[in-house]
T-cell receptor, first 117, second 110 residues
């Protein structure tokens, strides 16, 4: 079974600082994918970044980067130069990619990030 | 770019009533997923469809059923609603793995 653990229920960061949101995972699959989603107070689930287990480079998307450490089974999200609009709940999730077709996402408990002006 | 469309966005029902939630995936996406997110919880997988066939089933109550139609849209049917069914219901679609979520349907059961 797959499991995602996010140990930071809440984080408070000053605007323009970088922030790291922790995510560790557990799986017996060799082929898997890791995702980060942002959920603002309005409720929608916004895809941020994806890392495949066989990707050698860490994924980056604009101000978002994923610090993937396979041996430690961690996939931390780094947000550079945080903005007030980054305040939201952030979910780490994983998927098995060993089988083609629909594969469900397994989510962590989430981290609520608050950016202070 | 086109996104996943869900309707209705908000729904209020009474206990024991039925509800139907609709999902229109991103064009050319062949896979649809349904998730349920209770208040303060992370999303929980309910059911998925790949090429109009049920692909996987999670913690979906027997009172719920779902299907994917020939145009790839999907409907989640919920009967005998209970107070505990109050939640945000997400539909997500994918083609090559990355799942894109719709805005969700907020169901309130009173």
């Amino acid at each position: 079974a797959q499991k995602i653990t996010q140990t930071q229920p809440g984080m408070f960061v000053q605007e323009k600082e970088a922030v790291t949101l922790d995510c560790t995972y557990d799986t017996s699959d060799q082929s898997y994918g890791l995702f980060w989603y942002k959920q603002p107070s309005s409720g929608e689930m916004i895809f941020l970044i994806y890392q495949g287990s066989y990707d050698e480079q860490n994924a980056t998307e604009g101000r978002y980067s994923l610090n993937f450490q396979k041996a430690r089974k961690s996939a931390n999200l780094v947000i550079s130069a945080s903005q007030l609009g980054d305040s939201a709940m952030y979910f780490c999730a994983m998927i098995s990619t060993k089988i083609q077709g629909a594969q469900k996402l397994v989510f962590g408990q989430g981290t609520r990030l608050t950016i202070n002006p | 770019a086109a996104g996943v469309i869900q309707s209705p966005r908000h729904l209020i029902k009474e206990k024991r009533e039925t509800a139907t939630l609709k999902c229109y995936p991103i064009p050319r996406h062949d896979t649809v997923y349904w998730y349920q997110q209770g208040p303060g919880q992370d999303p929980q997988f309910l059911i998925s469809f790949y090429e109009k066939m049920q692909s996987d089933k999670g913690s979906i109550p027997d009172r719920f059923s779902a299907q994917q139609f020939s145009d790839y849209h999907s409907e989640l049917n919920m009967s005998s609603l209970e107070l505990g069914d109050s939640a945000l219901y997400f539909c997500a679609s994918s083609r090559y793995g990355e799942q894109y979520f719709g805005p969700g349907t907020r169901l309130t059961v009173t």
